[in-house]
Structure formats: structure tokens, C-alpha cells
């Protein structure tokens, strides 16, 4: 059906939206990636070379992923496969890696591009592998995600990541004025709301398009918006922060400050400050689990678990109904108990295993498989903890050469008191038994 659509010329009289209209046609003219697509970029380097690899494209949305991936395959003669990891299945990749090798016999490659890859669970994405390795299939990888955390470790050793930039503003106001090229008049915006509306489109070309058409849609004949009528057209204002400058860091600061200092209004505030900014929620998931392991450690071991639950919360319900579930995180972490003890014990057992080097452990302790090690003296001595009174036996754990060290030292709040109770009954033991 879609065929004879097109071969009937239909889908020319089709409205088509403007960011279609303005979607690049060659790699040059993308938008704000010169990094990437620019005469010295890596992708123009790569076409160059004749070989171009697996690659995953992370970036924010509106920045070209998709029309970089369609034009690479043009540039490649790669026959271009598109899917969505959010509409596709075990069964959707078996018909596409086989339409792919039935290519490979005939002399032709798919270059496969996977939009929102990361949404493909780990047993999906292995699937990718034995196709990538053999040469069935070109992968491009798209994501939002930061594929460290989003993709397998296997799939990420055979694609190379490339960072697709926000655009600048100065690239959002190109896109514009080809826009207005296009349709043939200016928007129709005084200089303060055209600023605006580079600001409100937070770095995300196709937004700006889409934000453009309303705005020609809703004006009246010679009529001209001001900053406060162009947020009541597109019921949006311009982002508080760059989330590529300063005020970014300023305010994850803040909320960790915040969290930290066991104040959970103002936390709550910068909490909803980012999100109202446009800030990525994952991101903000991510670094309430930084600051339950890093503040609050064993003071309330249940920290990482709400931090942990709350991010998987948010990536099961989406917003609006997953951002409760960190906001849930943001006050319970800035209401538990504070201690930095675990951090700072850790640090401190690094520093010391990177300057000690490669100390024997204590042979006592050694287990001893083979004849040889026995009379070696391994395991000799070893006293097994459940067998000794208190289930303690207190003997010493550490390299000989080294000596016994103290790094962690628990404070005396929330369940580190109780670790802290633990850690000198047995330190006490230690002295009676003379070890």
C-alpha cells in the first residue's frame, strides 16, 4: 500500500511536518555535530577510510541521530535497516538478521540502525553479537542513555560511542532562519522571544521546528509575539540552566549540598528546579545513588536500596508518575542518618593496596588443593570462625609485611552505632585472646 502511495505521487500533497521538510540530505549539512560530520570529522574521516564499524550514538533527543545513521548508508551503499528497540522483539531481530544475511550473500550490507537501544534488556542485546562479529550487519546504536550504565559491556567492546552534541543556539537559530526560508516569511517574534525560543527548544532541533510551527499556526495577520504571549502559545518557558554550563553544576550541587545537609525542603526545591530545567531524570536517579553510598553509606544501609528502587521506579513508570518515586529518594536520603565513613575507609584501603604492592596474604588463611601447598603451610592454623566461641577466632587477615590496619571507623549514627558496638566487642576479643 505504501508503494503505490508513493508511486501515485500522493505523499507529495501528504503535509508533512517541518522538521522532515529541513532533514538534512547530506552528512555536511547536519546541524551542530561539525565534530562528527564536519570536514575533519570522525564520521567523515571514517566514510573516508572505507570502513566504518559498529558504532552507538548517544546523545539528547533532536540532535540528528537518526538522519546521521540514514545517511551514513548512502554514503556506505549499506542497505539501511531502521528499527525501535521499543517496538521490536526476539522474534522482530531474527527476520531482520536474516533479511541481512540473504544481503550478504548477494554482495550487499545492512547497516542496522536501533533507535533507543538501551531499551533492549541484556539477553536482547546479546543477540546483536555473533552478527556484529561476523559481518552480517553494520550496527548504529542510538541512545539518550548513557550506554556505560544502558548497554551491555560485550556490545560496547565491539561499537565505538560517538557524543552527538545539544545544539547551540547559535545552531537552533540556523535551523530557523532555513526554516523561514522554507515557508517563505519570518516568525512572527519580537527579539526578546526569538531569544526565548532558542531557549526553550534546550538544545533539541526537531523541538525548535515543532515549537516554529505553532507558532505560525497561532498567528494572526501582522500580528507579532512578546516573550509572555509566545509561553502561553506553546505552554512552555525557557529552561532556568544550559545543562551543558554553569548553572547545571550549580544546581546538582546544590541539591547534593542539600541532601547532604539533611534538609529535605531544600532539596526538594532543587530537585524540582532541574526537572522543571529539563534535567535528564536518569541523571538525577543516578546521582541520588551516588549520594546514598557516599553520604549516608552503612549509617542507613536501606539508602541505597530506596536510591536504587526509585531509579528503577522511574524506569519502569516514565514521567510524570516515576518522578514521584525520586522525589521519595531525595527526602528519605535527606532525612537518613550522614556518614562518609565507608567513603572515606575505602579511599583509604586504595591508597594503601596501590602502595603496598603484591603482599602474600597470610598462608594461614590459604586454602590448600594440592599435596605440595599442604606441606607449604597453607591453611595451616586456620581456625574456622563458627567453631569458635562468639563465632570469632580474631586471627590476623592481613599480609604479614603489612601488619593490621584500621580504615574503617563507623560514627555514632543511625545503624553504624550498632557496627561501631560490634566492631570494639570484637576488637576487645582480640586483646584477650592476645591476637
Known sequence: MDNLFVAAG????????????????????????????GPDGILTRLIASGSLGSLIFW??????????????AHETTLHFEPISAIFSGVADLKKVFEAARGRRVAGQGTLLFVDEIHRFNRAQQDAFLPVMED????????????????????????????????????????????????????????????????AMADGDGRASLTLAEEIWRSAKSGEIF???????????????????????????????????????????????????AGESPLFLGRRLVRM??????????????????????????????????????????????????????????LRTAKDAGSLMPPKTILNAPTKLMANEGYGSGYRYDHDEPDAFSGQNYFPEKLGRRTFYEPVERGFEREIKKRLEYWTKLRRERGE
Open 10 to 37: 500522493l505523499e507529495k500533497a501528504a503535509p508533512r511536518p517541518l522538521a522532515d521538510r529541513l532533514r538534512p540530505q547530506k552528512l555536511e549539512e547536519v546541524a551542530g555535530q561539525d565534530h562528527l560530520t
Open 135 to 198: 559481518g552480517t550487519i553494520t550496527l548504529i546504536g542510538a541512545t539518550t542513555e548513557n550506554p556505560s550504565f544502558e548497554l551491555n559491556a560485550a556490545l560496547l567492546s565491539r561499537a565505538r560511542v560517538l557524543t552527538f552534541k545539544a545544539l547551540d543556539e547559535a545552531a537552533i537559530d540556523r535551523l530557523l532562519h532555513r526554516a523561514e526560508e522554507i515557508e517563505g516569511k519570518p516568525l512572527p517574534l519580537d527579539a526578546d522571544a526569538r531569544a526565548a525560543l532558542l
Open 59 to 72: 546523545g539528547p533527543p533532536g540532535t540528528g541521530k537518526t538522519t546521521t545513521a540514514r545517511l551514513l
Open 226 to 276: 512578546d516573550t509572555a504571549t509566545l509561553s502561553e502559545i506553546v505552554q512552555r518557558r525557557a529552561p532556568i540552566y544550559d545543562k551543558s554550563d554553569d548553572g547545571h553544576y550549580n544546581l546538582i550541587s546544590a541539591l547534593h549540598k542539600s541532601v547532604r545537609g539533611s534538609d529535605p525542603d531544600a532539596a526538594l526545591y532543587y530537585f524540582a528546579r532541574m526537572l522543571d
Open 292 to 349: 546514598a553510598v557516599e553520604d549516608i553509606g552503612l549509617a542507613d544501609p536501606q539508602a541505597l536500596v530506596v536510591a536504587n528502587a526509585a531509579k528503577e521506579a522511574f524506569d519502569f513508570l516514565g514521567s510524570p508518575e516515576g518522578d514521584l518515586a525520586l522525589a521519595q529518594a531525595v527526602v528519605y536520603l535527606a532525612t537518613a542518618p550522614k556518614s562518609n565513613a565507608l567513603y572515606v575507609s575505602f579511599k583509604g584501603a
